[in-house]
């Protein structure tokens, strides 16, 4: 397949590692160099603000999509917004539906919570039959490590897991990554859903609904997981306060929860997230954990550095 415009699943915490914010800038200009369009989230904050300014600054193509409900604007591409390349969306299941429209294949980069949300609605959104595009973790620093790991658990689930599986590449080097991404070779064909909107957005409203029923997952295919990271993200974004337990009688989670205080120690997420879940091998122990939890506010702007914004004019 060939790969015109790319879409990047990326963070925004400026307070990330700078080597991070360094393999972001040079990839945005390696795709600026190749004449492939960059579509990622609009944020000039951490690495995707490096990514979008790697490929401006090489005189690339790049879309940015960004939800009305982000509420800091100091941290939105000022130049992507004069130049009317910004999409700006209702909400957050919106901004994701357009960067997997707009791309021909994305590739993950190091981020948060968010990312982690886009990657497995990426794959549970395939094996739905809303696209059959190709994903691919850039695992810099073996960042993403802990996360292949669990993921290769999910591989042995079923079917359309074995699916989701073979659409995911994985490699340490972006030049090999996009290589395997157009070797790719679809084995199914996109279905043409009535009501789209209400088929992918499901788990999210589920996730949604006005209660304090807890959100608890209890295995490791696709969709179970999907609905887990969708439900940390909507919780650092305080849009929910239901708890969030995951029965783990075969400790098959613990590479995620590594993955998640791997994350936490590189500033993509806030040192309060990891508590934003809670696990246990028993269904009574993680009963009394989820009677026991405790909402955690979380302050996005303690992942953003100011002195990103200081910088700009």
């Known amino acids: 397949m060939s790969i015109h415009s790319l879409t990047v699943y990326l963070g925004s915490g400026g307070k990330a590692p700078e080597m991070f914010k360094e393999e972001a800038q040079n990839f945005g200009a390696y795709l600026a160099q190749n004449n492939i369009r960059t579509v990622y989230g609009g944020m000039d904050a951490g690495t995707m603000g490096t990514l979008a300014n790697g490929a401006l600054s090489n005189g690339g193509d790049v879309l940015g999509v960004i939800p009305t409900s982000i509420k800091d604007r100091d941290f ?21 539906k357009i960067l997997v429209d707009e791309g021909d294949a994305a590739i993950a980069l ?17 094996i739905k039959g809303y696209h059959n595009k190709p994903l691919g973790l850039l695992n810099i620093n073996n960042y993403w490590t802990p996360l292949i790991d669990f993921i290769e ?8 897991e074995k699916r989701a599986m073979e659409a995911l590449f994985i490699d340490d080097d972006p030049v090999a990554l996009l290589k395997k991404l157009e070797g790719y070779h679809p084995r199914h064909e996109v ?13 999210e409203e589920s996730n949604l609904e006005p209660t304090q029923r807890p959100i608890v997952i209890e ?16 919780k650092q974004l ?34 309060y997230c990891p508590e934003m879940a809670v696990y246990a091998e028993e269904r009574e122990v993680l009963q009394q954990l989820i009677d026991m939890h405790i909402h955690v506010s979380v302050d996005l702007h303690e992942k953003w550095d100011e002195t990103e ?5």
Do not use: C
């Open 76 to 96: 939105v591409h000022k130049r992507l917004l004069e130049q009317g390349k910004m999409i700006i969306v209702d909400g957050m299941w919106e901004r994701k």
């Open 309 to 313: 914004k200081k910088k700009r004019p």
């Open 219 to 234: 295995h490791t295919n696709v969709e179970e997981v999907y609905r887990l990271a969708n439900a940390l993200v909507l």
């Open 238 to 271: 305080n849009k929910i306060t239901r708890p969030i337990g995951v029965y783990d009688k075969d400790r098959l989670f613990e590479k995620f929860k590594l993955w998640v205080y791997t994350a936490a120690a590189d500033r993509f997420i806030t040192p």
């Open 153 to 160: 658990h999910i591989s042995h689930e079923g079917e359309l």
């Open 110 to 126: 190091p981020g948060g919570y968010g990312t982690i949300d886009e990657i497995f609605e990426f794959l549970y959104w395939g």
């Open 191 to 203: 279905k043409h859903i009535k009501g789209v909107e209400t088929y992918i957005s499901y788990i």
